[in-house]
T-cell receptor, first 114, second 115 residues
């Protein structure tokens, strides 16, 4: 079975500060991992995905995430926060053997202060 | 179309009313998913289609929920005799194939409020 835990439902940072959003996963088989961003009243937009090609994954808007199998983690980072990064972020896992359904975490609301 | 389109964007239903939510996936996308997102929660899987075949409906919360994709493109999620606990955002997603690393593209969702 697959599951995702996002530590911290709310994260606040100052503009220009490091962003770190935590995600731990549980999967019985090698997983595919995703980070999505959701702006108010919008659908989910893919930020980046891990598909076993490289453990450090770079995504859009300056975000990146590192897959650490020993820690079962896939934390999302950005060196310098921008006001436009304020949104809800979801980590998701999909089994490589599955039919494509995603298992999402509960989400982390990122607030960026000026 | 350019993206996944869902209609209506907002729906208010009286308790006990039936509702139908529509999803237009990206043209050519084989896989189609429905998710339910309650307030303050992550999306929860409802059901999955590969073309017109409903291969997984294990996430449908009750027999009041029904989904179809008769011609392998547009899909409809129907909720009969709506209850207050059905209030949520219903998201539709489509992807080109069923491979595990294929990106799923999401629509903007339908916000259902049952009063």
């Amino acid at each position: 079975a697959q599951s995702v835990t996002q530590l911290g439902s709310h994260v606040s940072v100052s503009e220009g500060a490091l962003v770190l959003l935590r995600c731990n996963y549980s999967s019985s088989v090698p997983p595919y991992l995703f980070w999505y961003v959701q702006y108010p009243n919008q659908g989910l937009q893919l930020l980046l995905k891990y598909t076993s090609a490289a453990t450090l994954v770079k995504g859009i808007n300056g975000f990146e995430a590192e897959f650490k199998k020993s820690e079962t983690s896939f934390h999302l980072t950005k060196p310098s926060a921008h006001m436009s990064d304020a949104a809800e972020y979801f980590c998701a896992v999909r089994s490589g053997l599955g039919q494509g359904r995603l298992y999402f975490g509960r989400g982390t609301q990122l607030t960026v202060w000026p | 179309g350019a993206g996944v389109s869902q209609s209506p964007r907002y729906k208010v239903a009286k308790r006990g009313q039936d509702v139908a939510l529509r999803c237009d996936p990206i043209s050519g996308h084989v896989s189609l998913f429905w998710y339910q997102q309650a307030l303050g929660q992550g999306p929860e899987f409802l059901t999955y289609f590969q073309n017109e075949a409903q291969l997984d409906k294990s996430g449908l919360p009750s027999d009041r929920f029904f989904a179809e994709r008769p011609e392998g493109s547009v899909s409809t999620l129907k909720i009969q005799r709506t209850q207050q606990e059905d209030s949520a955002v219903y998201l539709c997603a489509s992807s080109l194939a069923r491979l595990g690393d294929t990106e799923a593209f999401f629509g903007q969702g339908t916000r259902l409020t049952v009063v």
